[in-house]
Structures are given as C-alpha cells and as structure tokens.
C-alpha cells in the first residue's frame, strides 16, 4: 500500500476549521488519475487538489470532488497557492500562470507587512444560461418555498469556470431554513443537471459585506455543501454587474460573505470590471495551514 501525504488548508479564512476545507498534495505527478480519485473519495472534501507539471504554464493544477474531477475551483487554487508559497516551493515569486481545463488563468501573490499573504486568480470569462426549470420545485429542494425566492431578479446557470444555478433570495431569515435534498437537482436543473445550487440575497451578516451565499453541492460530487465558494462567488459579481448594478464604477469590488450557518463563516472578494461585450472576473482570498492526513491506497 502507499502512504500519502494530504496538506489540510483552510480557504478563504485566517482561522483554522473555518472557511472551505482543502486537501493539496504536492507530488501530484507521481500518481495516476485513478489514485488522484482516490484520494479525493477517501479524504471527503469537497475538493484535493493536485499541482502538477504544465508545459504551457508556471504549473498545472487538477480538482477533484470525491466523485469526479472538476474542470475549476477557486478555493483549492487558493489552498494550492498558499501551499507552494508557505512551504517555499515557489520562493519569492509574486505571479503565477496556471493550466487549468478552462484555460491558462494568471495569479499574484501579495505579502503584507502583518505577514498575510493575498491570492488573487483571474477566472474564465462569465457565462450564462436561461433556467427554464419548476421555481417551486426549485424552492423545495432546497427547503423553502417558491414565495422566498427574488420577484424582479432572475434565475440563471452562471459559470466563471464551473456551471452553477444562481438563485437570488429574498431575505437572508430564510437561508437558515435551506435544506438541500441534492439527488432531486439533476431532474429540476434539465438544461444541467450536473450543476450545483447557489442561493444568494443582497442582505448580510457582516454590514461591510455585500452579498450572502450558501452553495449546495451536486449529488454526483459526492458532498452536499461547499463552505465558500470562490467560483460561484465570481460568477455571482459578474450577475451583480449584470443584472443589479449595470452602471456600476470600475472596478467594482464585492465583499462576499458564506458559511456563516454552517459554522464555517467565509469571505471572498470579487472584483469586476468591463471588458469589450463582457467582465473580467477576479477574486482574492487568502488560506491557513490546519494539518497534514495521511491516506493509504489501495486498502
């Protein structure tokens, strides 16, 4: 059996058991895909990710959800990041290109003087596409009713990177409440029904945040809830630039806050500005170290 050594990151968060979880295992090209699968299943988080060599990049990184892999994901780049630069695989660089399935994507990395380091990652042009599902049906697969969900703001997959249902919220009294029942999403999302459910509403817990979420997984990733979501948060500042505030001042900057109901409260922020018919999509987070796991294969 071989031993591997999984580095536990918090993303999002300056706190350990808060944020989004990550798995990141630094000798990616040394496995195969069948046991980088593994490795994601037997860990349990809702991604491990798996820098590896690129030949059109700085580096290459691989997402997998325990069921299956991932094209994206914001927060394990985050957590991958954070790992290089903390551990001194990247030295003192302050940029990054990195191959991804949805395109070669730039990073910067920025040191405070209080010793933080900020990631920023650009995110795949956003994308739309019409819901033209059950809103009741909608509602209850989550737990609510159709009477919670926004009257004026529609109901969109949106992806900067990974395809998600953006669902706007009337109060945020109501995101307590949300109970996903994940294997009825696939018949209700029929236009994707490989998407995830991402609630959101204009109302917060933290006044100086601008946007409140929860993100629930889909049922063939394995999970149920993504703590904070880095590419759900992309794509919901590019819906806010689009279908909330369409004469918005560049760069428009969101603070966007998540899994505050679950015990695992999340910021991310997102920066939007125009680009040709389109946004440019950027956010910034940071990560901490929690601890190593070690997973055996093969047993």
């Not at 990141?24 to 069948?34: H, I, P």
């Given at each position: ?158 992806s900067t ?37 991402h609630p ?95 997973i055996l294969?093969?047993?």
């Open positions: 059996m071989k031993s591997i050594k999984v580095h536990h990151y918090d993303a999002f968060s300056k706190k350990p058991d808060k944020g989004n979880p990550a798995g990141v295992v630094l000798n990616g090209d040394e496995l195969t895909d069948a046991e980088m699968q593994e490795i994601a299943f037997k860990l349990g988080f809702n991604e491990t990710s798996f820098p590896v060599k690129s030949e059109v990049a700085d580096l290459k990184i691989r997402f997998f959800t325990p069921g299956h892999e991932m094209n994206l994901c914001g927060h394990a780049t985050m957590a991958t990041v954070y790992a290089l630069k903390s551990t001194g695989l990247i030295r003192n660089k302050t940029s990054l290109t990195i191959e991804t399935k949805v395109g070669i994507l730039p990073v910067t990395i920025k040191s405070t003087p209080e010793g933080e380091v900020h990631i920023t990652m650009k995110q795949a042009p956003p994308k739309f596409k019409e819901f033209k599902g059950s809103k009741q049906d909608l509602a209850n697969s989550i737990g609510l009713k159709e009477s919670d969900l926004h009257d004026d703001l529609p109901i969109l997959y949106g990177g990974a395809w998600t249902l953006l669902v706007p919220i009337k109060k945020l009294n109501t995101f307590k409440k949300m109970k996903p029942i994940n294997k009825e999403f696939p018949s209700i999302l029929k236009e994707m029904p490989e998407a995830s459910v959101f509403c204009m109302e917060t817990y933290d006044i100086h945040a601008d946007m409140h979420a929860r993100h629930f997984s889909s049922p063939y990733s394995g999970t149920v809830e993504d703590a904070v979501t880095g590419t759900a948060s992309g794509v919901m500042g590019a819906f806010y630039a689009k279908y909330i505030d369409s004469n918005f001042q560049e760069p428009l900057n969101l603070l966007i806050e998540q899994g505050q109901e679950i015990d695992k409260d999340g910021q991310v922020l997102v920066q939007v500005s125009k680009i040709n018919n389109s946004f440019d999509v950027e956010i910034t987070g940071n990560a901490v170290y929690v601890k190593d796991i070690h294969l093969g047993n």
